[in-house]
């Protein structure tokens, strides 16, 4: 079955410690690994893909084949953080339909 | 470049009825996703379309069914609506199916209340 899970429905933090949102999937394939973000009063939007390996506003994520994971890494959280975030996944095939986790709502206090 | 939008914001409906949700793609995309997103889930599938046809579909009865036009701008119309249908109804545009290098843009969703 396809699957991502993100056993977390909130992380609370204070700014300037670490942040890690996790995210497992279940997959028979090679998917392809989204990060995406909402934050208050905005539209979903992308984050980060695990296919460009970059950084996007201090935040990686790693695929982890073996454990199945593509956790949400940042060293210093800052307020601005706070929002929904959710992992998805999209198989390869001729339709990028993308299967979502049930999100992690991250909060950054001062 | 225009971004996503979708009409209307939100809307109330009775159980049985139909109701028919819009959006607009962002300029230059040919291909339309729609999510349904109930309270304090992730986005689900509905299905997308690509060039007027429908290109892949999630788990949705029949009764959920679409459109794409010619401009590219799409309707999700659902019909004998159900309680359990009372959700966020997301669009999402990209400029190219089957490739997930291609970003999908989302709308700021239709808020569907079914009573």
């Known amino acids: 079955a396809q699957r991502v899970t993100q056993p977390e429905k909130l992380l609370s933090v204070f700014k300037g410690a670490p942040v890690e949102l996790k995210c497992n999937y279940s997959?028979?394939?090679?998917?392809?690994l989204f990060w995406y973000v909402q934050y208050s009063r905005q539209r979903l939007q992308l984050l980060l893909r695990?296919?460009s390996r970059e950084s996007i506003k201090g935040f990686t994520a790693d695929l982890n084949k073996g454990e199945t994971s593509f956790h949400l890494k940042k060293p210093f959280a800052q307020e601005e953080d706070s929002a929904m975030y959710y992992c998805?996944?999209?198989?390869?095939?001729?339709?990028?339909?993308?299967?979502f986790g049930t999100g992690t709502r991250l909060q950054v206090f001062p | 470049e225009t971004g996503v939008t979708q009409s209307p914001t939100h809307l109330i409906k009775t159980r049985g009825q139909q109701v028919t949700l819009r959006c607009s793609s962002q300029?230059?995309?040919?291909?339309v996703s729609w999510y349904q997103q109930a309270l304090g889930q992730g986005p689900q599938f509905i299905f997308q379309?690509?060039?007027?046809?429908?290109?892949g579909r999630g788990n949705f009865p029949p009764r959920f069914s679409g459109l794409q036009f010619p401009n590219y701008s799409s309707e999700l119309n659902v019909n004998a609506l159900e309680l359990d249908d009372s959700a966020l109804y997301l669009c999402?545009?990209?400029?190219?199916?089957?490739?997930?290098?291609?970003?999908?843009?989302f709308g700021p969703g239709t808020r569907l209340t079914v009573t």
């Open positions: 999402a545009s990209s400029s190219q199916p089957g490739q997930a290098a291609y970003e999908q843009y």
């Open positions: 997959y028979s394939g090679s998917p392809e």
């Open positions: 695990h296919i």
């Open positions: 998805a996944l999209s198989g390869r095939g001729n339709t990028d339909k993308l299967i």
């Open positions: 300029s230059g995309h040919n291909t």
């Open positions: 379309y690509y060039r007027e046809e429908e290109n």
